[in-house]
T-cell receptor
Framework: EAGVAQSPRYKIIEKRQSVAFWCNPISGHATLYWYQQILGQGPKLLIQFQNNGVVDDSQLPKDRFSAERLKGVDSTLKIQPAKLEDSAVYLC??????????????FGEGSWLTVV | AQSVTQPDIHITVSEGASLELRCNYSYGATPYLFWYVQSPGQGLQLLLKYFSGDTLVQGIKGFEAEFKRSQSSFNLRKPSVHWSDAAEYFCAVLYNNNDMRFGAGTRLTVKP
């Protein structure tokens, strides 16, 4: 079974530039998550989709971050304009349904962003 | 406030020695509990999870964890550490069926 795919794996941009990350979840998984992991910290949820609807985006900095999941499959996370503090690993994850009953969440390898 | 605490930022053990990584959480109800491992440059891999039932949970790679409700803890253990176990370990708690909170992580170094 293919895992969660993310691209690009690594990206270096200058501050105020924009960047987009792509995620393809495990086939058939209804729920998709984007997490931000700053060096030395645990992952922090940015946004959660259930199919193509947003379940939770309370921690997404909406002035600069946006995400979409068209057709309920792939998802794109965009940052515009980027700030130095956005340097982090952006992890995409998916699970079969929502988190109820403790459905396991599977993570991709992450997209590493450095803002200079 | 809901939180997950991993008190140890960094632990060093000798190869073959036993290991215990601590995790404490705050939550009124019984949570769903997870341990993930992250090797450098890699994503998070699930080691084990607890939903209900037997409080001692077996995972992959010889790891186990014990849920102790009275202490709000879910400590990860391994009887004999291998050099390949060196990585970052994250405890996570699933709140309200949707909100997965992670601890800050514990970095494990294994001495030869």
């Amino acid at each position: 079974e293919a895992g969660v795919a993310q691209s690009p794996r690594y990206k270096i941009i200058e501050k105020r530039q924009s960047v987009a990350f792509w995620c393809n979840p495990i086939s058939g998984h209804a729920t998709l998550y984007w997490y931000q992991q700053i060096l030395g910290q645990g992952p922090k949820l940015l946004i959660q989709f259930q199919n193509n609807g947003v379940v939770d985006d309370s921690q997404l900095p909406k002035d600069r971050f946006s995400a979409e999941r068209l057709k309920g499959v792939d998802s794109t996370l965009k940052i515009q304009p980027a700030k130095l503090e956005d340097s982090a690993v952006y992890l995409c994850a998916s699970s079969p349904r929502d988190g109820s009953s403790g459905n396991t969440i599977y993570f991709g390898e992450g997209s590493w962003l450095t803002v200079v | 406030a809901q939180s997950v605490t991993q008190p140890d930022i960094h632990i060093t053990v000798s190869e073959g020695a036993s290991l215990e990584l601590r995790c404490n959480y705050s939550y009124g109800a019984t949570p769903y509990l997870f341990w993930y491992v992250q090797s450098p440059g890699q994503g998070l891999q699930l080691l084990l999870k607890y939903f209900s039932g037997d409080t001692l949970v077996q995972g992959i790679k010889g790891f186990e964890a014990e849920f102790k409700r009275s202490q709000s803890s879910f400590n990860l253990r391994k009887p004999s550490v291998h050099w390949s176990d060196a990585a970052e370990y994250f405890c996570a708690v699933l709140y309200n069926n949707n909100d997965m909170r992670f601890g800050a992580g514990t970095r494990l170094t294994v001495k030869p």
